[in-house]
């Protein structure tokens, strides 16, 4: 099943082109990269298939709903962690899953469920009414990735997750991927760290807004003569 479709996807800013002609589809329960460099129009893209942000032109469907008429729709099927910490860090653990329990319109009960089981699986039981901006930066990402996923969304698009944590943390997060990914919610994720494009299903590069190259990273290096995806990386970015 295609839960993203994009066809011919453009958006302009005046004379600027920021997303030009992009075309993809991504599967249900895949693990899909979206790389590019700084300004090659990710960010863009990204808030046009949350709808964040309308298109100029071109078509997409987001879990079956249309990006232009059916915004509202998307974000309820969808979660969303952004590169800069998104939780409130005045809250503790406990209150924020009840806030955002309550956003994602949870009943009382799904909420005290779902807290009791999400604390148990991250260990959290010793921290879970501390203030979240006392714990461990690792902890932070893995909660606020937790949480963008508190209400089962069909999708969830993670923004640079992983930007300043340790190599260990790092892995443990993209375990909490897999496991996402296994339930069969489609994880869409930028990352500046090309050895964390090894362990998606399928990668995007986007090259100054259009999307130069769509495959597996196995078939990527090998068409791109590469013996890493930094490598086939550098070679599309250098044109």
């Given at each position: 099943?295609?839960?993203?479709?994009?066809?011919n996807?453009?958006k302009?800013?005046?004379?600027?082109?920021?997303v030009?002609?992009i075309?993809?589809?991504?599967?249900?329960?895949?693990?899909?990269g979206?790389?590019g460099?700084?300004?090659a129009?990710?960010?863009?893209a990204?808030?046009?298939?949350c709808?964040l942000l309308?298109p100029?032109?071109?078509?997409?469907?987001?879990a079956?709903?249309?990006?232009?008429?059916?915004?509202?729709?998307i974000?309820?099927?969808?979660?969303?962690?952004s590169?800069?910490?998104s939780?409130?860090?005045?809250?503790?653990?406990?209150?924020?899953?009840?806030?955002?329990?309550g956003i994602y319109k949870?009943?009382?009960?799904?909420?005290?469920?779902k807290?009791?089981k999400?604390?148990?699986?991250?260990?959290?039981q010793?921290?879970?009414?501390?203030?979240?901006k006392t714990?461990?930066?690792?902890?932070?990402?893995k909660?606020?990735?937790?949480?963008?996923?508190?209400?089962d969304?069909?999708?969830v698009?993670?923004?640079?997750?992983?930007?300043g944590?340790?190599p260990?943390?790092?892995?443990?997060?993209?375990?909490?991927?897999?496991?996402?990914?296994?339930?069969?919610?489609t994880?869409f994720?930028?990352?500046?760290?090309?050895d964390?494009a090894e362990y998606?299903?399928?990668v995007?590069i986007?090259?100054?807004?259009?999307?130069?190259?769509?495959?597996?990273p196995?078939?990527?290096k090998?068409n791109f003569n590469?013996?890493?995806m930094?490598?086939?990386?550098?070679k599309?970015?250098?044109?």
């Amino acid at each position: 099943m295609k839960i993203i479709q994009v066809k011919n996807l453009v958006k302009k800013f005046g004379s600027f082109t920021a997303v030009d002609n992009i075309d993809f589809e991504v599967s249900q329960g895949e693990i899909f990269g979206f790389l590019g460099a700084n300004g090659a129009g990710k960010t863009t893209a990204i808030k046009m298939l949350c709808g964040l942000l309308s298109p100029t032109s071109g078509e997409a469907k987001i879990a079956g709903y249309d990006i232009y008429k059916q915004q509202e729709e998307i974000k309820h099927s969808i979660g969303y962690m952004s590169q800069k910490f998104s939780l409130y860090e005045d809250l503790t653990i406990v209150e924020n899953l009840k806030l955002y329990g309550g956003i994602y319109k949870l009943s009382n009960k799904e909420i005290k469920d779902k807290t009791a089981k999400l604390v148990d699986r991250l260990q959290l039981q010793n921290v879970k009414n501390k203030l979240v901006k006392t714990i461990p930066l690792g902890w932070k990402q893995k909660l606020a990735f937790s949480t963008a996923i508190f209400h089962d969304p069909k999708i969830v698009f993670l923004d640079e997750p992983t930007g300043g944590v340790d190599p260990i943390t790092r892995r443990q997060f993209w375990n909490l991927i897999y496991e996402a990914a296994d339930k069969g919610i489609t994880v869409f994720v930028t990352t500046h760290y090309m050895d964390e494009a090894e362990y998606c299903d399928r990668v995007s590069i986007m090259v100054d807004g259009r999307i130069d190259a769509l495959d597996t990273p196995k078939m990527l290096k090998k068409n791109f003569n590469a013996e890493s995806m930094d490598d086939v990386f550098l070679k599309l970015a250098r044109g």
